[in-house]
C-alpha cells in the first residue's frame, strides 16, 4: 500500500467553525507533513512531524492547529479561518528525512477548502 | 520561501514533441526531485536524483544536474495528452523538509 488517504476531499466551512482534515499513511513512514497550496501556486510547508513529534511549524497561525495521535495519522483542526485561508491542503509522508535520507514524499490527493 | 524557479512557466506542444523544462535553486542540496500535479490533484513524484549525480533516466524522463550552476532539467521525450499537468522541481535545502519551485505547466495538445 503506497497511498496516503486525506479526508474529506472538499470542505466548505464558515468563518466561526470547527472542522479537522484527516490523513492516513501505512507505509511504516516516521516524517508527515502538511502543505498549503494556493491556485497556480506551489506547495508551502506548513508543519513537519517526526515520530510523531511536531519538528517543523513554518510560522502558521494558530488557527491551524496539526495533531498526530500515532504513527499512521495526521490531523489537521481548523477554527475560526478567513476566507483567505481557502486552499488545496496536501499531506504527505516519507520514510525519512527527505534531504538526508534521499528518499521521495508521497502525496495524498489533497483536501480542497473553501471558506465562506 | 521558494528554493527553486522552474522555465518556462508554460509550455505548450504538440503531442510527439519533447518537452524540456529547467529548474534553478539557491543553496546547496542533497538530492533534488520532480513531480507531477495534475490539475489541482496531489503531487506524484516522477524522479530523483542525487548531488553526485549528473544524470537520470527513468522510461521517457531524463533529468540532469548541474551542482556548479545549481540548475537542472527535465526533458520528457515523445510527449502524450496524458503528460498534460504541472510539473514542479523540489529541494531539500535542509535535511528535513521539500522546498518546491513556481512549477511549469505543459500542455500536450493531441
Known amino acids: 500500500d503506497t497511498e496516503v488517504t486525506q479526508t474529506p476531499k472538499h470542505l466548505v466551512m464558515g468563518m466561526t467553525n470547527k472542522k479537522s482534515l484527516k490523513c492516513e499513511q501505512h507505509m511504516g513512514h516516521r516524517a508527515m507533513y502538511w502543505y498549503k497550496q494556493k491556485a497556480k501556486k506551489p506547495p508551502e510547508l506548513m508543519f513537519v512531524?517526526?515520530?510523531?513529534?511536531?519538528?517543523i511549524n513554518e510560522s502558521v497561525p494558530s488557527r491551524f492547529s496539526p495533531e498526530c495521535p500515532n504513527s499512521s495519522l495526521l490531523n489537521l483542526h481548523l477554527h475560526a479561518l478567513q476566507p483567505e485561508d481557502s486552499a488545496l491542503y496536501l499531506c504527505?509522508?516519507?520514510?525519512?528525512?527527505?534531504?538526508?535520507?534521499?528518499?521521495?514524499?508521497?502525496f495524498g490527493q489533497g483536501t480542497r477548502l473553501t471558506v465562506v | 520561501s521558494q528554493q527553486g524557479e522552474e522555465d518556462p512557466q508554460a509550455l505548450s506542444i504538440q503531442e510527439g514533441e519533447n518537452a524540456t523544462m529547467n529548474c534553478s535553486y539557491k543553496?546547496?542540496?542533497?538530492?533534488l526531485q520532480w513531480y507531477r500535479q495534475n490539475s489541482g490533484r496531489g503531487l506524484v513524484h516522477l524522479i530523483l536524483i542525487r548531488s553526485n549525480e549528473r544524470e537520470k533516466h527513468s522510461g521517457r524522463l531524463r533529468v540532469t544536474l548541474d551542482t556548479s550552476k545549481k540548475s537542472s532539467s527535465l526533458l520528457i521525450t515523445a510527449s502524450r495528452a496524458a503528460d498534460t499537468a504541472s510539473y514542479f522541481c523540489a529541494t531539500a535545502p535542509g535535511y528535513s523538509t521539500l522546498t518546491f519551485g513556481k512549477g511549469t505547466m505543459l500542455l500536450v495538445s493531441p
Open positions: 543553496t546547496s542540496i542533497n538530492n
Open positions: 512531524y517526526s515520530y510523531e513529534k511536531l519538528s
Open positions: 504527505a509522508s516519507s520514510q525519512g528525512y527527505l534531504g538526508r535520507m534521499n528518499t521521495e514524499a508521497f
